[in-house]
């Protein structure tokens, strides 16, 4: 399993990176959008993407999640903000999503993790 950090707070990336890690996925990250977006390109499967709203570099989370998930339609998203809100995520989420907002602790990412994966595993576009 590969998941996919889109962080660009070094020690948020290294938390989210770890605790994703302890669930057995194999793990990719990027700083920015731009570079996520190639990982995804360059990856024949990810089964997990991790984002946070306000990435660097202009694309944000809900259009990195948007545009990933046009080449990997089964893929699980976490989505987490420290400003975005829930109602924002109501709009913008895509299916198979979940939201957690920060601060958040390494339970929470993982209770969120395996959440988004059971929404992507009845998702229809499967």
């Known amino acids: 399993m590969l998941a996919l950090i889109a962080e660009d707070e070094p020690l948020i990336q290294m938390l989210a990176a770890e ?3 302890e669930l057995g996925y194999d ?3 990027a700083t920015n959008g731009s ?12 089964d997990l993407l991790f984002t946070d709203i306000g990435l660097a570099n202009g694309m944000s989370g ?6 990933v998930a046009q ?4 893929i699980a998203v976490v989505y987490t903000s420290g ?3 829930g109602a924002d ?5 895509i299916a198979s999503s979940v939201w957690l907002p920060k601060p958040y602790s ?10 988004a994966t059971r929404e992507a595993a009845r998702s229809p576009r499967n």
């Not at 809900?62 to 545009?67: G, P, Q």
């Not at 995520?89 to 989420?93: D, L, S």
């Open 35 to 46: 570079d996520a977006l190639v990982v995804a390109e360059t990856s024949p499967q990810i």
């Open 83 to 85: 400003q975005a809100t």
């Open 71 to 74: 080449s990997h339609p089964q």
């Open 27 to 29: 793990i990719e990250v």
């Open 89 to 93: 995520f109501q709009a913008r989420g």
């Open 106 to 115: 390494p339970d929470e990412l993982q209770s969120a993790i395996k959440n």
């Open 62 to 67: 809900w259009d990195l999640a948007d545009a």
């Open 19 to 21: 605790t994703t890690a």
